[in-house]
């Protein structure tokens, strides 16, 4: 409890520090008229692209369920969706999400196999997919964004490399497991040496205890594939609408013009870059990125305005929306059978 304190702090830090930074750079009255000049309709659907984001994530985890837990209700597993929307953003590299949904699918009846099975097949599809789509991208504008603003085009192939190397090291798990294992523990044992990590013994149980989940997912994925189709097919929408918010805000203060490829190509960037930043949320990472890539397309006095609404949207909603599930669920009203409550 005292580390999400502890993060939240963090959010609260360095949200105010960039809040204060563009309240000098703008004014304080340059940026409310810009507030006030997006379009309420625009901002509904910005806020209906994210709620699209998250039922496209609960049904993904959902018919991950399923396959296994026939028994699963949707409201169950929306629940822990968004319970992990939470975790995600206030966690460093979005670390503490899986391990709650963990506890909270065991929680409402789903076994532990199985619930930790569904997540690992969830995140393996939805990092394939990731890069698959940010290398789609990369290469349809690279060139094109690595020549309007110097330097960031390193920032965005350094964030790739990041999701790149999580497949590769998936892979290498698959192909080579043996080989693996011994790596990983060796680098337990290095960790151990230059006095990183004070339990060796409890990372070790803890390593063997993802080892053992993954095997079980990709033995299961191996033997599924209309399942992981689906939730490929499912995750490259989900990813579509999250990369549209951009696109629906730059339409909110009456602009257009500008290519709605790029401005996607550009959301997929931000998040390229926000994969590095060992921040909860990338706070601070998120909205420079943002504010660099997408001053192409937004005039001067529109981009503060933009910065603040798209965070607000794609980070600060799910803060909130996350929160009052989880409270449903800790007051007792969404665990077990009560998950209809949510």
Known sequence: MKKQT???LVIIGLSALVFIYMLKTDGAANLWSA???AR???LIAACGLMAAYWLLESQILHLAVQKFHPGQKFACTLQTSMIGQLFNCITPFASGGQPVQAYHLVKSGVPFGTASCALMI???VYQSVLTLYSLVTLLLRYKMFSAQVRGLGLLVLLGFGVNAAVIAG???LCCFPKATRRFLLWGVQVLTKLRVLKDPDRAREQLEKELAGFYEGFAAMRHHALLIFQMAALTVAQLTAFFLIPLVLY???????APAFSILAAGAFVLNLTSFIPLPGAAGGAELGFHLLFAMFFPARFLAASVLLWRAATFYLPICAGSLFTANFTSGAGRHGGCDAA
Do not use: E, M
């Not at 339409?251 to 013009?257: A, K, Y």
């Open 40 to 42: 309420p309709a625009w």
């Open 122 to 124: 969830k995140f393996i």
């Open 35 to 37: 507030l006030r000049s």
């Open 251 to 257: 339409h909110s203060f009456g602009l257009t013009g």
């Open 6 to 8: 502890r993060n939240i």
């Open 170 to 172: 998936l892979l290498s």
